[in-house]
Each structure stands twice: as C-alpha cells, then as structure tokens.
C-alpha cells in the first residue's frame, strides 16, 4: 500500500511517519490511522492519495506527478522514475528535484563536517 502526500513535511497518524511524496504502508498500519479525523480531512481536500497498487508516476496526471515529485524525498525513487518517465514536464521536474536534494544532501554534510573540525 502506498500513501502519496503532497504536503511538504512529515506527518504522523497513531505512531505511523507519512513522509512527503511516497510513503510504503503495510495494511497493518493503514488499518490504525485511516479513521483518523484529520487524515480523513486531509484525504478529502487533497493532501493525501491512497493507492493499493502504486508502482510509477506515469499512473498519475502530469499535474498529480508533478506536485508528487516537488515534496518527494526518496532519491532512490526518483532516480528510478527518471529512467522511466516519458513525459517532458515531469521528467524536467524530476530533473530539478534531485538537483535539489543532492545540494540539500551536500551542504548537510558540509556543515557536520565543519561542525566535526570545530569540537576537534
């Protein structure tokens, strides 16, 4: 099972982490959050997707795809999608969100580095 979140942060139902873009739920764990009022509220306005059998982004609208890969995380993913991707748009988004989180990646690094020099 799959949750798409087009919110751009973290968010938690009864213990469970929805992380921005795709999230892989056990049913298990689907079954103890999807009563909850605020995921159903943020269901019905369009912050999250419930997909049984999600397997790419070419299922989704270009606009739907789109706003998926602005607030995904998952490099592993999106690399994957990349590959796959027949869509200009999309994969031009895709494109520039992994530019993003490699820089996002590089500088956090930078600065434990720097961080690391300091306590030495």
Same mark, same amino acid.
């Given at each position: 099972m799959q949750i798409i979140s087009n919110l751009s942060y973290v968010t938690f139902f009864?213990?469970?982490r929805i992380l921005p873009g795709s999230s892989k739920?056990?049913?298990?764990?689907?079954?103890?959050f999807k009563e909850h009022p605020?995921?159903?509220?943020?269901?019905?306005d369009g912050y999250f997707q419930v997909e049984e059998?999600?397997?790419?982004?070419?299922?989704?609208?270009?606009? &739907?795809?789109?706003?998926?890969?602005?607030?995904?995380?998952?490099?592993?993913?999106?690399t994957s999608e990349l590959s796959k991707e027949k869509r200009k748009a999309v994969k031009s988004e895709i494109d520039k969100r992994l530019f993003e989180l490699n820089l996002d990646s590089e500088s956090s690094e930078f600065s &434990?580095?720097?961080?690391?020099?300091?306590?030495?």
């Open positions: 009864e213990g469970i739920l056990s049913e298990e764990d689907y079954e103890k605020i995921f159903i509220s943020k269901k019905l059998k999600f397997s790419s982004l070419s299922e989704m609208t270009p606009k &739907n795809a789109i706003d998926f890969v602005k607030n995904s995380i998952d490099l592993d993913f999106l &434990n580095d720097t961080e690391e020099k300091k306590s030495a």
